[in-house]
C-alpha cells in the first residue's frame, strides 16, 4: 500500500494543521468574551494601510459583514491584496469603535492564495451591477448579492423538499432523456453520440430510437402516481432535474403559449382555465363549460414575471384518449399512456411550479440568469 | 369569468364530494377503536367470492400489508376485479382473524377504474420477478418490490440532501448541459435543436459552440466552492440533478477507468490512490510519492457493486496547470479554470458518490435498472 500511503501524504498537506481555535467570520463577529489564540481564514474585502497600523476586513462567506484585523504594519507584504485568500492568527478582543463588535488583533497573516487585482474583475469597494457580475460565470459567486441569491436559492429548494416529504410525496427522479416528446411543441433538443453525428446516412441510434432533453417530467410524474392511492397527484417540476434544468433554455423561450399567457396577465395574480386547443398537448380534458375549441387548465399568472405555475386537468376517458392519439398518429409511442387509464387508473392531478420565476417573484430579481448557477441560453453556454 | 368557472367545474368533478372519515390503509389497520361510517380506496389485491361472504383485500400503498374487506355477495359487479381501483365505505371492526387486527365492513363498494385483468401484468397472488417487472416501466411501480425501492430512494435522496444541508453546505444545481468535456473522456452525447440536425454542414449551433451532456458537476462545483471559505468543499455528484442523470447511461459503461478499478478491488473495500496518468483528467495533481506516470485519486470499492466514491488531489500550481492545459490544447477554454487558481484560492478537495450504486449496496439489489424510476441505457429508452 505504498501509493495508499503517498495518497494520504498528499491528503494530508491539502489541510492545515491545527493550530489556534479556528472560527468563522461570524462566530468571531458574534463572540462575546476576547479570546486568545484564534484564528480565522477569509478573503480580503479591504486593506487599509496607515502609519502606525494596517486595516483589514476579511470575509469566509459566513456572514455579510466582515471582521475587522487590526494589524502592526510590518505584517503587511505584497501579496495581501484585495481579493486574496488569507489565514490570520491572533487575538479576538472588544472592538474600540461602536461599529463592530470584536475586532482580530493579528500576531501572524498567511497569504493562502494571492490574487491578482491588476486582472481580476471584482473591484474593491466597488458595488457592481448584476449585468457587469454576469460576465464572470466562475467569479460572481464571490460578489456578496451573488452568493446571497444562490443561498436563498439553496434553502428555498430544501424547504419546498422538506414540504413534499412531510405530506408523505415520494421524490421520484424523473428521466432528462427521453423518447416522448410530451408537449407536443416539437422544439426538443436531440440528443447523439459524436458517432452518430458524424455518420449522417443511415443512423443506428444509441438508444434505438431518436432521443431527445425532456422538457417536462410530467408525463413520468403521472406513471408514478401508481406508486400510492391518496399520493396520486403529481408533483410536476418538483423533482429537482426538472426545475433544474428547464431554465437553462427558458431564458429567452416566447412561445406562443407564453405569449398567450402575457396577454391575459392583468395586474394582479389570475386563474386562466381557457387554452386554445392546438397550443395544449394531447392529454388534456376538453373544456365543456367554457369557451369552443379550448381545453381546461389552471395557470397562475403573476405580473411581471410571467406563468408562476400551471396545472392540467387530465382526459382519463379511453376511448376519447384513444381517438385523440390515433388522430395525432401517436397510438403505438403513447400506448402506455393508454394503458395507466386501463389497468385501475385513478383521479388524479398536478401543477407545474416555475422555480426560478418564484426566486424572481420572491426576490424582486429582475433578469432570470441572476438566479440560475449556470444559466444557458440560445448563443451561451459559458463554462 | 365565464371560462374560470367552467374550469372550476371541472377540477371539482375531479375530487370526490365528502363523505364518511377517509382513512389510508394503514390508518384503518392500525386503529384501535371501531368507526362507523369510514371510506378507504385503493387497489385490489385480492378478490375471494365465497356463497355466503365477498373477501377483498385493497392496498394505497401505504403499507405493505392489504385491508381485508368482508362484503355480501350482492355488491360483487363484473368490474371488481384484481388491480382496479375501489372506494369502499362501510363499518371498520375489530376482525375475528388472527392475522388482522381491523378490517373493514362494506357498504358500499365503488369501482373508480377498472382493469382489464386479461391483458394487465402484474398477476394476482404471483410473485413476479425483477427481471419480468422491468419490462413494463410504466406499470412496475404498482409491485411491491418496486415501489418499497422507490421509497427508499426517496428517503435516502432526503437525507443526503439533510445532512449536507445541517452541515452549513449550499446546494448547487449544476448544468446538464455543457460546453466542456470535464473528464477528458471525448465519449459524450451531443446535444442539437432539430434545424442543426438537418443542416449537416456548416453549422450555427444554438448555443454558439458545441453543447454535450455533461458527465460531472465537479467543475462547476469547484466554480461555486468560491462561496464561502470553509464551506469550499466540493459536493460531487450531491447535486441532484448529478446523481440523477449520471445512471441513465452509466449503467452497461465499461471504460478503461471501471475496468482499472475493477481490476484492482479485492474482497474487502479498498481504497485506490494511483491512477494511470492517461486515465485521468488534467486537473488531477501528479503522485509524487507513488508510482511514476500515476496521479492522485482515492476511490472507495465495494465488492460487487463497483466504484461507489471517489475523490481527486486537485493540482494547484498555476504554471504546472498552465503547462498541462497547453501541451492538451486546452488553454483558452480552460482559461476560466486557470482564473480560478490566480484569483484568490484556496485548498479544496471533493469526493463523488454513485447514488444508484449506494442504493444497491444497502438494499442487495444487482441489478442497477430496479433502483432508478426510468433506466436509460443503450438501445433502450423507454417512456
Given at each position: 500500500m505504498l501509493g495508499a500511503r503517498g495518497g494520504w501524504r498528499a491528503l494530508r498537506r491539502c489541510s492545515s494543521l491545527p493550530r489556534a481555535v479556528r472560527l468563522r467570520v461570524r462566530e468571531a463577529l458574534g463572540a462575546r468574551e476576547p479570546a486568545e489564540a484564534v484564528r480565522v481564514q477569509g478573503w480580503v474585502r479591504s486593506v487599509r494601510s496607515q502609519k502606525e497600523v494596517l486595516f483589514l476586513h476579511i470575509n469566509?462567506?459566513?456572514?455579510l459583514e466582515s471582521l475587522q484585523v487590526v494589524a502592526d504594519?510590518?505584517?503587511?507584504?505584497?501579496?495581501?491584496?484585495?481579493g486574496s485568500a488569507v489565514e490570520v492568527q491572533g487575538k479576538l478582543v472588544k472592538s474600540?469603535?461602536?461599529?463592530?463588535?470584536m475586532e482580530l488583533q493579528a500576531e501572524t497573516i498567511h497569504v493562502v492564495g494571492p490574487c491578482d487585482i491588476w486582472s481580476f474583475p471584482l473591484k474593491m469597494r466597488e458595488r457592481h451591477p448584476l449585468e457587469y457580475v454576469r460576465q464572470f460565470p466562475h467569479l460572481r459567486c464571490r460578489n456578496n448579492t451573488l452568493g446571497a441569491l444562490l443561498r436563498i436559492r439553496s434553502e428555498a429548494t430544501a424547504s419546498i423538499h422538506s414540504f413534499f416529504q412531510d405530506n408523505g410525496y415520494v421524490h421520484i427522479h424523473t428521466p432528462?432523456?427521453?423518447?416522448?416528446?410530451?408537449?407536443?411543441?416539437?422544439?426538443l433538443f436531440q440528443i447523439e453520440t459524436s458517432r452518430e453525428e458524424k455518420e449522417s446516412v443511415e443512423k443506428s441510434h444509441f438508444f434505438n430510437v431518436p432521443a431527445f432533453l425532456t422538457v417536462s417530467g410530467q408525463l413520468h410524474l403521472e406513471v408514478m402516481a401508481g406508486i400510492s392511492y391518496s399520493e396520486a397527484v403529481e408533483i410536476l417540476k418538483q423533482a429537482p432535474q426538472t426545475f433544474t434544468f428547464k431554465?437553462?433554455?427558458?431564458?429567452d423561450l416566447q412561445t406562443e403559449h407564453e405569449k398567450y399567457l402575457v396577454k391575459h396577465c392583468g395586474e394582479v395574480p389570475v386563474f386562466v382555465?381557457?387554452?386554445?386547443?392546438?397550443?395544449?398537448?394531447?392529454?388534456m380534458r376538453d373544456?365543456?363549460?367554457?369557451?369552443?375549441?379550448t381545453v381546461a387548465a389552471v395557470d397562475l399568472l403573476v405580473p411581471?414575471?410571467?406563468?408562476l405555475c400551471g396545472g392540467s386537468l387530465r382526459e382519463e376517458r379511453l376511448p376519447f384518449l384513444e381517438s385523440r392519439l390515433q388522430r395525432l398518429g401517436l397510438t403505438d409511442a403513447y400506448q402506455w399512456y393508454l394503458d395507466l387509464r386501463k389497468f385501475g387508473s385513478v383521479p388524479h392531478g398536478g401543477f407545474g411550479m416555475g422555480f426560478e420565476r418564484y426566486l424572481q417573484y420572491i426576490?424582486?430579481?429582475?433578469?432570470?440568469k441572476d438566479v440560475i448557477p449556470f444559466p444557458r441560453f440560445s448563443h451561451s453556454c459559458l463554462l
Open positions: 469566509d462567506g459566513s456572514s504594519p510590518s505584517l503587511e507584504k505584497r501579496d495581501l491584496t484585495f474600540p469603535h461602536k461599529m463592530q463588535n432528462i432523456i427521453t423518447s416522448n416528446d410530451c408537449e407536443g411543441a416539437g422544439e431554465p437553462e433554455w427558458g431564458c382555465v381557457n387554452y386554445p386547443y392546438d397550443l395544449k398537448p394531447f392529454y373544456n365543456e363549460d367554457g369557451p369552443q375549441h411581471g414575471v410571467g406563468e426576490l424582486g430579481v429582475d433578469n432570470i
